[in-house]
Structure formats: structure tokens, C-alpha cells
């Protein structure tokens, strides 16, 4: 039965490693799925404020051309900023429109997969 434990946590764990890996390694190479994730964020957004978005440096004129295209779409085009942020990893940005701010770096959308695979909530934390 320990056995059976260890390895189900052995193999969690390494799923998890394989599915950061792979996150990590679309976010970095692949401007279909950073553009994807920007407008995931962007449809939060209300139209009507300002918009700041943070994105990792190499993103930075890509996401600039996106974002503008997404936002004169919409029904009221606001004012939008993009700054370079060195943390953020490729692929991942934070939208900023107050009063919210939609965190959508790989990072936080890599621990809600890991929650999701480990049943827990954020009421669980």
C-alpha cells in the first residue's frame, strides 16, 4: 500500500514537471499560443478604462500589434500600455484595467493545473 502512495505522489510529481516543461517551452517558442493567452485576458477587460499590460521583453512588439488589433475591435477602443517586464516568463502577460488585474503568467495558470490534478480549491488553501 506505501508502495501504491509513493508512487501515484512520484507520478504526480512528474507530471507536473512535464507539463511545466512543456508550458514554459510553448510560451517561449510559440507567438499563436502568447497571442491566444493575451486575448483570453484582454476579453476581461472592460472596455470603457485604460490598459496596462505586462509582458516578458521578447513579447513586447508582438503583443503591442495584437493587443492594439484586439482592443479597436471593440466597441470603445481605451487607451492601452504594454511594459517589458523581465520576470514574466515568455507567453505570459498581467492586464491591468481598474479596478482588476487579470494574472495570466504561465506561472499561475501552471498552479491551477496542478490544483486541478490535485483536487483542491483555492477555498482549500
Do not use: W
Request: negative net charge.
Amino acid at each position: 500500500r506505501d508502495l501504491a502512495i509513493t508512487a501515484e505522489s512520484d507520478l504526480l510529481d512528474f507530471a507536473v514537471m512535464v507539463a511545466s516543461r512543456l508550458t514554459y517551452e510553448i510560451g517561449r517558442l510559440d507567438r499563436e499560443a502568447a497571442k491566444a493567452n493575451l486575448s483570453r485576458a484582454l476579453r476581461l477587460v472592460s472596455s470603457k478604462t485604460d490598459v496596462l499590460i505586462r509582458v516578458h521583453p521578447d513579447d513586447l512588439a508582438t503583443m503591442a500589434e495584437f493587443a492594439d488589433s484586439v482592443l479597436k475591435q471593440a466597441e470603445s477602443s481605451p487607451a492601452v500600455r504594454l511594459e517589458a517586464d523581465e520576470s514574466m516568463a515568455p507567453g505570459g502577460c498581467r492586464v491591468r484595467s481598474e479596478p482588476m488585474e487579470i494574472d495570466a503568467t504561465l506561472e499561475t495558470q501552471i498552479d491551477a493545473m496542478v490544483a486541478l490534478l490535485l483536487g483542491k480549491t483555492k477555498a482549500d488553501d
